[in-house]
Every structure is written in C-alpha cells, then in structure tokens.
C-alpha cells in the first residue's frame, strides 16, 4: 500500500512533468500507477483503506452469534448443513440467520469441516508427464467415422506418440469394445519393441479405456495407464488436435462410408500421409515419421545451410538472424501453469540531463528513479 506522503510526491512529480509537456497517461506509466488512482487520489484526501473498518449495521451481536452456534450444535441439528437447517427452523416460525450467514460463523470459529460417512472431495491436479523422446507417452482416443445406416458408426481406434506426433496404431471396428483396445495396443507395442515400464498410456475416462481387459493387458506388457480428469474436455489434447486433422481433411467424406472397407482404406491413407507426407508445426515442419527414426535432426540442420548460403548470396535481403531451425525439444502433457510475474514499476531510460536534452516525459523518469532510490535506502 502507498503511503500518505509516497502519494503526495507521485503527484508533485506528475504535475511537474505534465507541466513541462508530457501526457499525464505517459508519466503515470513511468510511475507504475494507473491514471484511475491518480484521479482518485485528487478526489480523496485520504486513503480509504488506511481507515478504520466499522461493523456493519447488520452484523450479528456477540449474544445472537454464541445463540446461533448454540442451536445448530444442538443433537436435533448438529449432523446437518445450514441448508437443512433453515428451512427446518422457518418450518417450527423461527428464523435466526441466512444459510451464508450460518456457513461464515461456521468457518469462523473452525466448524465448518466435511461431514458424513462420504469421503470427501479431493481436487487434485494431473500429474505433469513429460517425453523426452519416443515410445514414451502415447495418447490414444476412439472416434466416429459415419457409416451407410442413420445413427449407425464405424469406430477408428488410433494410437499417437506425443514426442514425434506420430501415429504408432490404428484400427477401424463397428463397435466400442476394450478387447479391440486392449488387442490394438498389445500388437503395437510388439510393433514397437516397447519395454516394461517404458511407456505411459493418456487417454480418456470411456469405457473401452477402462475395462477390465484393457487394464489387465496393459499391467501385462508394463504400461503405465494415465487418465483425463473427469469432466474436463482438454486433458487429451493431441488426440483431439489429431482428429479435428483427420476430419477436415479435403477427402474426407462429406457424408457416409459406404462400408467398413471404405473405411479402412481411406484411413490407411490418411496415415501414411500424415507420418511420412505432412510437415508437422509443432515439430518444426518435420514428418512424425523423421522425428519418430530420428532424422529430424539432419533435415534441420540442411535447412540451416540452405538459409545461410541464400544468405551469403544476398546479405542485403537479411536484417535479423537467419530461421530457427532447432530441434524441437521435449513435449509436455498436462503442463504446470507457471505464475504470471508482477510488472515492474520502473525502468531505466538514457540519461539525456547531461546534454540539455530532457522534455516532461524524461524529468518524471529521472525524478521517478531519484524516489525509487530514496525509497530503497531508507527501508534499509
């Protein structure tokens, strides 16, 4: 909070500035404050919250709250929320607080705890999963594809590698079945000459993904299972991201397969031009297929000797540096949100006092950091 006397000289400093010609906006900025509380400082001339807060004329006396907690530890309501207690006690004609009113002396006085055999809620966060490189975390997910009959579907089962983004597995059925799972992963593992407590299995909460086939087949090959929360929608974010691809593809089928064959077909070719044809923008425009063998490396680094010979060639055409063609590092799966940082109230800016050259904008800055200095000394 900003002092009485810190206040009065923020604002000596900007009427000095907006004297010698700067904006007010602009030497409120310099000073780390918005020009709303600048307004309101000139309108108050005191600061609110330094005042002594009053008890609201509403508030419970210190009888009516030792009353109220009385009556709901009585044995008639102490098993009971105060959403059962109040219409209780408006249905006997007594009424002695709101439920928001009970809840907030509750919590006052350490009542408020979870009640009832139920176990109580838990919130708990996705773990933070991380590849480094492949056949380390897939994401698999099931999608319909529309088949002949209204209301009837084929099911495209599909395995992603989330490192090369890479499509390990796939299988189209006619119905959801954890057996078809369990099956497809189990051969694409073989496929993959996966190891026991090598890989970590993402997908949703269905029921193909938890069925007791599906669960027992992946503790077999030593697969870890990890699950999107409950009713959140981008806990699987690359199987999502890989079947809006799919379905907006130009030959994709505006209305139905015609059979499962169809189907099948049209898949395997998707496939194929999606790991060894399409060039990746998460990975730095390389194919899954490259990143998943480990090429993307040399491709990359071609890419950067092409740059710098058209360099070389027209240094003239190049005002910065040439493309980043690094390659892409680690991926992340349910990343921690790192907190946002604070804005720092002051900069620097060039010292123009010694040339004779300093307009309003420059004095607020310079008086500024002669404040922030000042400040600084004399809490320590």
């Known amino acids: 909070m900003i002092s009485s006397e810190e206040r009065q000289t923020c604002r000596a400093l900007i009427d000095e500035a907006v004297a010698h010609g700067a904006r007010r906006q602009m030497a409120c900025d310099c000073l780390g404050i918005c020009l709303r509380r600048l307004e309101r400082w000139e309108k108050l001339d005191h600061d609110r919250r330094c005042t002594i807060k009053k008890d609201p004329p509403n508030r419970l006396s210190e009888s009516?709250?030792?009353?109220?907690?009385?009556?709901?530890?009585?044995?008639?309501?102490?098993?009971?929320?105060?959403k059962q207690i109040v219409?209780?006690?408006a249905d006997e004609g007594v009424y002695l607080a709101s439920e928001?009113?009970?809840?907030?002396?509750?919590?006052?006085?350490?009542?408020?705890?979870?009640?009832?055999?139920a176990r109580a809620p838990v919130h708990k966060k996705p773990e933070e999963l991380m590849a480094i490189g492949p056949n380390q975390i897939w994401s698999w997910?099931?999608?319909?594809?529309?088949?002949?009959?209204?209301?009837?579907?084929?099911?495209?089962?599909?395995?992603l590698?989330?490192?090369?983004?890479?499509?390990?597995?796939?299988?189209?059925?006619?119905?959801e079945d954890a057996l078809f799972a369990a099956e497809l992963i189990e051969k694409t593992s073989a496929r993959e000459k996966v190891d026991k407590g090598q890989l970590v299995l993402h997908s949703d909460?269905?029921?193909?993904?938890?069925?007791?086939?599906?669960?027992?087949?992946?503790?077999?090959?030593?697969?870890?299972?990890?699950?999107?929360r409950p009713r959140v929608s981008d806990d699987n974010p690359f199987s999502e991201s890989i079947f809006k691809t799919l379905k907006y593809r130009p030959s994709f089928p505006d209305g139905r397969f015609s059979s499962i064959e169809e189907a099948k077909s049209w898949v395997e070719k998707f496939v194929t031009w999606y790991n060894e044809v399409h060039l990746h923008s998460a990975i730095n425009f390389v194919t899954p297929k490259s990143r998943h063998e480990g090429n993307d490396q040399l491709i990359l680094a071609g890419r950067l000797q092409v740059y710098g010979a058209a360099k070389d060639r027209h240094p003239e055409r190049w005002a910065g540096k040439l493309r980043n063609w690094d390659k892409a590092g680690s991926v992340y799966l349910n990343p921690r949100k790192e907190p946002k940082k604070r804005p720092i109230p002051f900069r620097s800016k060039n010292d123009k006092s010694s040339r004779g050259e300093l307009n309003g904008e420059d004095i607020v800055w310079s008086r500024a950091q002669a404040v922030a200095g000042s400040h600084t000394m004399s809490s320590k």
């Open 64 to 82: 009516e709250r030792q009353s109220l907690l009385h009556v709901v530890n009585t044995v008639t309501y102490r098993d009971l929320s105060p």
């Open 205 to 228: 909460n269905g029921g193909p993904m938890k069925g007791a086939t599906m669960l027992a087949t992946l503790q077999k090959l030593g697969v870890v299972p990890s699950f999107s």
């Open 141 to 159: 997910d099931i999608t319909y594809l529309k088949a002949p009959v209204q209301g009837a579907f084929y099911y495209l089962y599909l395995v």
């Open 161 to 175: 590698d989330i490192y090369s983004r890479k499509i390990v597995g796939h299988e189209v059925h006619e119905r």
């Open 87 to 89: 219409p209780r006690l």
């Open 100 to 117: 928001s009113t009970i809840y907030r002396l509750l919590r006052e006085s350490g009542q408020l705890a979870h009640r009832g055999r």
